[in-house]
């Protein structure tokens, strides 16, 4: 990972713990979508945003993204390295295996 895709990255997750502790729970989610699209095939990124995805989960009790976020912290452990649903935003609402466009601002950062 280059130091302007980690930073990107780093930028998503630290918005949104401060999203998370000031319990803005539904834009912390949205960070948390970028994130997980810059991250997705590298593992322990991929991973760390289904796990904040999992925090949130169960601070709104949202069984269904707890659910969810459990399989996906597996999978993202499992196949990272192999394949990965590109422009997927990671949340349970969204099938795990769907490509899904990018926004346009992480566009350039993926091309990468």
């Excluded at 945003?49 to 659910?67: D, F, P």
Aim: hydrophobic share 45%; charged share 25%; proline share 4%.
């Amino acid at each position: 990972m280059n130091k302007k895709f980690k930073d990107a990255f780093n930028f998503e997750m630290n918005v949104a713990k401060e999203y998370y502790a000031t319990r803005h729970f539904a834009l912390c989610f949205k960070r948390l979508e970028r994130a997980h699209i810059l991250g997705q095939k590298y593992v322990i990124p991929h991973t760390l945003s289904h796990w904040w995805m999992l925090k949130v989960g169960l601070k709104t009790a949202n069984k269904r993204e707890v659910i969810g976020q459990c399989i996906r912290i597996v999978a993202s452990i499992l196949f990272s390295k192999l394949w990965v649903p590109i422009g997927n935003t990671g949340g349970s609402n969204v099938s795990a295996m769907k490509k899904m466009p990018i926004p346009d601002d992480l566009k350039a950062l993926l091309k990468d």
